[in-house]
């Protein structure tokens, strides 16, 4: 047993030597702590399937760049995900179309015509690997270049710092719109914030986890910090210190044991979930008698 | 004025991952054909750490890595090639032929799936001596250790890696 455990962290120590995976770590780490800081909002703002949404919206996005041959993708599928996030996030509650109506429209055909569209006009050798890549991440996390891990250490700390500066009024809007509005915040304004990074979160966290499983990002630990923890702060505090633990172990279990890497950081947040759900159980048990 | 500087931020963050580039052509090495190699932004020196497990003929040793390692260690020699030239490489996987109908060639490659199998990369090689297809080749699909040169070529104007006077074992 011994001799195993030191074969593992053995392995473990030598894979950590290659750069490939310590970017993956880190950046990895970084998507998972702003994606739980945004998570505790959307969660509670009643937009936990947004991220689900605005990922497809990116596949298709993905699929357009594709087929029009844009070099840098990007340029295309970070603008359609912001404006389908600020569309979403803003008017989901004025429209004839409700909130959730209006994510799961934009969800399923954004998805569908993506496919449909790499299909029909891709020229990879290929397309479902390719399809199969960017909806469950594959190992994408584990093939960045340093330029990339670079951008993402820069986005992820402007996410971190914009969440900071503005987190008395992401508080004010996440619980009462209309009563921020009535104490002089903007909340169009917020709100609008809240969609970009939204946005970038999830064209971010597509290398991690793929667009599939990136609700899960999100959702995932707020609810689980949710279940023990009954304060904003508190529930925001455990939900980064659960993502980024769960991201860790993630991507440490799926390079030792050759497991997929988002499947695997979620199966690690779905555990964390119920064991959460136990102890809130138990204090429940615990007050009662 | 607040309202002003929320959007100004907003369109910043916007802006900024915009700029950046993306993925590089990352996704475009995951077919199983020969693919063309992206451009090279890194230079390193480093090329793997010292693994006591590794067959000392080789420079990098891929069949001591999990499945995992080994497909993003294979993307890392896809993307820079540069900093493989020369250097043994010793790699498992499934054997595979892909023939160009243009040319009228054969291209043998081990294949190397990730971990959710939808994603594989290959590595053409070139056998040592003189060897007939497909008498003296093993099986499409069965698994073999190759050991071979790290090189790169040019075709129809683009690059590709292949492991010359490759050393071909059928695995048990």
């Known amino acids: ?289 | 004025m607040k309202k002003l500087s929320m959007i100004l931020t907003a369109v910043l963050l916007t802006g900024l991952l915009t700029a950046c580039g993306s993925k590089s052509e990352a996704t475009e090495t995951s077919g199983t054909s020969p693919e063309t190699v992206p451009a090279v932004s890194e230079t390193e020196a480093f090329l793997v750490p010292e693994n006591p497990n590794a067959d000392p003929n080789a420079d990098v040793d891929l069949t001591t890595l999990s499945s995992t390692m080994v497909y993003s260690q294979v993307a890392d020699m896809m993307y820079t090639p540069e900093k493989y030239d020369g250097k043994i490489i010793k790699a498992s996987g499934l054997f595979s032929v892909y023939h160009d109908d243009m040319q009228d060639k054969n291209y043998y490659a081990i294949l190397i799936q990730d971990a959710t199998a939808c994603c594989a990369q290959g590595i053409e090689f070139v056998w040592k001596g003189e060897h007939a297809y497909p008498e003296d080749y093993p099986e499409i699909g069965s698994e073999i250790t190759v050991m071979g040169t790290f090189g790169t070529y040019e075709e129809d104007g683009a690059t590709y890696t292949q492991l010359l006077d490759a050393d071909v074992t059928v695995n048990e």
């Open chain 1, 1 to 289: 047993m011994t001799e195993t455990n030191m074969n593992l962290w053995q392995t473990l120590v030598y894979y950590f030597q290659y750069p490939f995976v310590q970017y993956a770590m880190i950046v990895g780490l970084l998507i998972a702590l702003c994606s739980s800081l945004l998570g505790v909002t959307l969660v509670l703002k009643r937009f936990s399937f947004i991220g689900d949404g605005l990922s497809h919206v990116a596949f298709g996005a993905m699929a357009v760049a594709g087929v029009l041959g844009v070099s840098n993708d990007m340029t295309v599928v970070l603008p359609v995900t912001v404006i389908s996030a600020v569309l979403l996030l803003r008017t989901g509650q004025n429209t004839k179309i409700k909130g959730d109506a209006a994510v799961a429209m934009i969800s399923v055909g954004a998805l569908a015509i993506g496919y449909l569209l790499m299909n029909l006009f891709s020229k990879s050798a290929n397309i479902s690997g390719d399809v199969c890549s960017t909806l469950f991440g594959s190992t994408s996390i584990l093939t960045l270049t340093k330029p990339e891990v670079w951008l993402c250490i820069i986005m992820a700390l402007i996410v971190i710092t914009v969440f900071l500066l503005f987190y008395h009024k992401i508080f004010a809007i996440t619980f009462d719109e209309n009563f921020a509005n009535a104490t002089g915040v903007k909340a169009n304004a917020y709100n609008l914030l809240i969609a970009v990074i939204t946005a970038l979160i999830i064209v971010l966290a597509m290398n991690l986890v793929g667009s599939l499983l990136i609700s899960a990002l999100i959702i995932f630990p707020a609810l689980s910090a949710m279940r023990v923890f009954r304060s904003f702060r508190s529930v925001i505090i455990c939900s980064a210190v659960i993502s980024v633990i769960c991201a860790a172990a993630g991507i440490i279990l799926s390079i030792l044991f050759s497991t997929p890497v988002g499947s695997t950081i979620v199966a690690a947040d779905i555990l964390v979930f119920f064991i959460f759900c136990g102890i809130s159980a138990a204090i429940s048990g615990g007050k009662k008698a």
